[in-house]
């Protein structure tokens, strides 16, 4: 090695030991390079996602600025999808994230998940099971647990509200109809359209996904409001059991 690429070397390895011990505090930086003061003069879709994300979290540690552990975070993490997706527990286990901080951090990303799904003020129409996937795959394709959803309709199949009627593996001990058509007595819904996701990404239906759908098909025939179809959702793929003829 020639004295150049010596010095070189020497340089950059002193560089990143100063980096890993020292990191400028937010409030230490120029205003117009402070995330808050950014978002407020250019509007958010000026920020990166670290800089979003080190809003959320307010302050850092003494040893890292807030900007610093929410790159840290999407770094640990492998990107904004898997920190949305990840457990209080494994946002904890990063250096620097508190009880506080995770709850905060998956309160705000869980409006943004509720917002997608929203798609505007006033829910769409269903016409297709393609328009149950639109409106719901955004909030339910990286969750880990499959979540039982109702779309609650009005005459002219207009979603005027969606509800998760349960979270956990499908069976007829878990949804059971007295939670499925809760929210449809008491919104008046004229029909329901029933929608769950496959965390294994497979969307075939299960002998219990069809068990449950008979059972709440019989239901809501006693209660009058009619159950359109069951929507399984899976990665990049749906199965409308409608159109499979299983109810």
């Known amino acids: 090695m020639s004295s150049a690429e010596g010095c070189i070397r ?17 409030k ?5 390079e402070r ?20 809003i959320i979290l307010r ?16 770094m640990e993490l492998s990107g904004l999808r898997n920190v949305a997706q990840a457990e209080i527990a494994e946002l904890r286990r990063i250096k620097g994230i508190g009880a506080a901080k995770a709850v905060e951090v998956k ?41 039982f959803k109702v779309l609650l309709l009005d005459t002219k199949n207009q979603v005027r509200r969606v509800v998760t009627a349960t979270v956990g593996t499908l069976n007829a001990s878990l949804v059971h109809p007295r939670e499925v058509f809760r929210a449809a007595v008491a919104q008046a819904a004229h029909s329901i359209i029933l929608a769950h996701n496959h965390p294994s990404g497979d969307p075939t239906p299960s ?3 069809v068990a449950v759908t008979v059972q709440l098909v019989n239901a ?20 409308s059991m409608r159109e499979r003829g299983l109810m």
């Open 10 to 26: 020497a340089l950059v390895e002193a560089y990143i030991v100063m980096s890993e011990k020292y990191h400028v505090a937010i």
């Open 28 to 32: 230490d930086l120029p205003p117009e």
């Open 35 to 54: 995330p808050r003061e950014r978002l407020e003069r250019y509007g958010a879709d000026s920020l990166s996602t670290a800089e979003l994300l080190a």
């Open 59 to 74: 302050t850092g540690t003494r040893e890292e600025s807030a900007l610093r552990l929410a790159e840290k975070m999407l």
């Open 107 to 147: 309160a705000a990303l869980e409006l943004g998940k509720r917002l997608v799904a929203l798609g505007g003020e006033v829910l769409p129409a269903i016409h297709s099971p393609t328009d149950v996937v639109q409106l719901l795959a955004p909030q339910l394709r990286d969750e880990r647990q499959e979540q």
């Open 207 to 209: 002998k219990e996904d």
């Open 220 to 239: 809501g025939k006693i209660l009058g409001i009619e159950v359109l179809d069951h929507v399984i959702i899976g990665d990049g793929r749906y199965v």
